[in-house]
């Protein structure tokens, strides 16, 4: 198995397996939001599709950030702590991101795509096993265009890696990066509200759930659903 690392910039090159990696924050909410049992994501790029797909399906819940603040009219935040206490259960989502799911939208030549975070990693790992492809492709998506950024999501691939080598990860290693990345000292600034610490401490939670979250192409539509 051959694996490949690429960004924001360049993933719509990447075909085969793809692991679309967001740990802060996009994929660790999605993550707690199927764990609060919400049925469906629908992952989309622009505020405006958001509100779009919404008038069509009122009942649907809008959940995201615009340069990770809170987007006025969305029902919820891109803060999977926000979620801890919600009953989402069979509740159908619509999450736009600045940068998970861009990802998603950007890697059109797929063919099979996974939504990822420390959440899911193992659950991740396991349904690649099974496949067994010759290529898995890493989108790293906190990269940003002038190479900053992304310390995060390169330390969950390189967890994923890991494991999909049958080597142990150092998960003590891991996390140090992830609370000394570049943007993570948003979380312990009680002066930003809207990156509390408790986000960072869900995303820090290893392999908490035992699904992997999988996008299905629906015509138009990009579905995220959690498969066990």
């Given at each position: 198995m051959e694996?490949?690392?690429?960004?924001?910039?360049?993933?719509?090159?990447?075909?085969?397996?793809?692991?679309?990696?967001?740990?802060?924050?996009?994929?660790?909410a999605a993550?707690?939001?199927?764990?609060?049992?919400?049925?469906?994501?629908?992952?989309?790029?622009t505020v405006e599709e958001a509100f779009m797909f919404r008038e069509d399906h009122p009942d649907y819940l809008l959940m995201g950030e615009v340069d990770g603040l809170p987007i006025p009219g969305f029902d919820l935040p891109n803060s999977p702590s926000a979620l801890l206490n919600l009953d989402l259960t069979s509740k159908r989502l619509?999450?736009?991101?600045?940068?998970g799911t861009q990802g998603v939208v950007r890697a059109k030549k797929a063919?099979?795509?996974?939504?990822a975070s420390f959440?899911?990693?193992?659950?991740?790992?396991?349904?690649?096993?099974?496949?067994?492809?010759?290529?898995?492709?890493?989108?790293?998506?906190?990269?940003?265009?002038?190479g900053g950024g992304g310390e995060e999501d390169v330390a969950c691939a390189d967890y994923i890696e890991s494991l999909l080598l049958d080597?142990?990860?150092?998960?003590?290693?891991?996390?140090?990066?992830?609370?000394?990345?570049?943007?993570?000292?948003?979380?312990a600034d009680p002066g930003q509200p809207?990156?509390?610490?408790?986000?960072?401490?869900?995303?820090?939670r290893i392999d908490q759930f035992d699904f992997t979250m999988e996008v299905e192409r629906q015509d138009d539509l990009l579905v995220l659903r959690a498969v066990k």
């Open positions: 694996f490949r690392r690429t960004t924001l910039d360049t993933c719509h090159e990447a075909d085969g397996t793809i692991v679309v990696i967001d740990v802060l924050r996009a994929f660790t993550a707690y939001a199927f764990d609060r049992g919400a049925k469906e994501i629908f992952l989309v790029s619509i999450q736009r991101t600045t940068a063919d099979r795509l996974y939504a959440n899911v990693a193992s659950a991740t790992v396991n349904q690649i096993k099974m496949l067994n492809p010759d290529v898995v492709t890493f989108v790293e998506t906190g990269i940003r265009a002038d080597i142990p990860p150092n998960q003590v290693d891991i996390e140090n990066r992830v609370r000394h990345a570049q943007w993570t000292a948003r979380f809207d990156f509390p610490e408790a986000d960072l401490e869900c995303a820090l």
